[in-house]
Nanobody, 124 residues
Framework: QVQLVESGGGLVQAGGSLRLSCAAS????????MGWFRQAPGKEREFVAA????????YYADSVKGRFTISRGSAKNTVYLHMNSLKPEDTAVFYC?????????????????WGQGTRVTVSS
């Protein structure tokens, strides 16, 4: 059974930091692109960041560029999202996803597997 399990969400003040983790199991994800998406209350899900299977390539939404960093663990089945300088507008449920392609990594329809999400709330 394929599972992506996110953790690390919580409540943080504006300007603070959080690190989200996503642990993948059930198959080998070392060859998969891993991505983070988020969905704020009342809004559509949006792309946040993606990392290639070997970690050599990353891609960020403009809204998080320079503040968030995506990385992979050494075993490649874990992906992290380091979030700094958090803003109230970053408040959302963050989802981890896995894709068997790199092209179009900002498009959620290109992802094959999804986690259940972890909530991040940034207070002003």
């Amino acid at each position: 059974q394929v599972q992506l399990v996110e953790s690390g969400g919580g409540l943080v003040q504006a300007g603070g930091s959080l690190r989200l983790s996503c642990a993948a199991s059930g198959r080998t994800f070392s060859s998969y692109t891993m991505g983070w998406f988020r969905q704020a209350p009342g809004k559509e899900r949006e792309f946040v960041a993606a990392i290639s299977w070997n970690g050599d390539s990353t891609y960020y939404a403009d809204s998080v560029k320079g503040r968030f960093t995506i990385s992979r663990g050494s075993a490649k089945n874990t992906v992290y999202l380091h979030m700094n300088s958090l803003k109230p507008e970053d408040t959302a449920v963050f989802y981890c996803a896995a894709s068997n392609r790199w092209g179009g990594s900002s498009l959620d329809q290109n992802y094959n597997y999804w986690g259940q999400g972890t909530r991040v709330t940034v207070s002003s």
